[in-house]
Nanobody, 122 residues
Framework: QVQLVESGGGLVQAGGSLRLSCAVS????????MGWSRQAPGKVRELVAR????????IYADSVKGRFTISRDNAKNTVYLQMNSLKPEDTAVYYC???????????????WGQGTQVTVSS
């Protein structure tokens, strides 16, 4: 059974940075494309960053492009989300997820973590 555990969330001031981590166990990490999504209260969950199985390809939502960077370390079974120039509208619960195919929509993600809260104060 594939398990994903996020960490690194917290409270940060606008303009600050955070790095989220997601440790994956119970499967072959390199077989999965990975993604980070977020959900703010009262809003639809948004897929903000995706990375291919070998890390060679990435896709970002327009809302985070140029500020967020997704990366992965297949030797450590971990995916990261570096978030810079944070804005209050980035406040949300952030989830990592695993999919068998890179580049698909959120419905293609089969395994999900429990989420980590990110709060950006103005």
């Amino acid at each position: 059974q594939v398990q994903l555990v996020e960490s690194g969330g917290g409270l940060v001031q606008a303009g600050g940075s955070l790095r989220l981590s997601c440790a994956v166990s119970g499967g072959t990490f390199g077989d999965y494309a990975m993604g980070w999504s977020r959900q703010a209260p009262g809003k639809v969950r948004e897929l903000v960053a995706r990375i291919s199985q070998n890390g060679g390809s990435t896709i970002y939502a327009d809302s985070v492009k140029g500020r967020f960077t997704i990366s992965r370390d297949n030797a450590k079974n971990t995916v990261y989300l570096q978030m810079n120039s944070l804005k209050p509208e980035d406040t949300a619960v952030y989830y990592c997820a695993a999919a068998p195919v890179f580049g698909g929509s959120m419905s293609g993600y089969r395994h999900w973590g429990q989420g980590t809260q990110v709060t950006v104060s103005s």
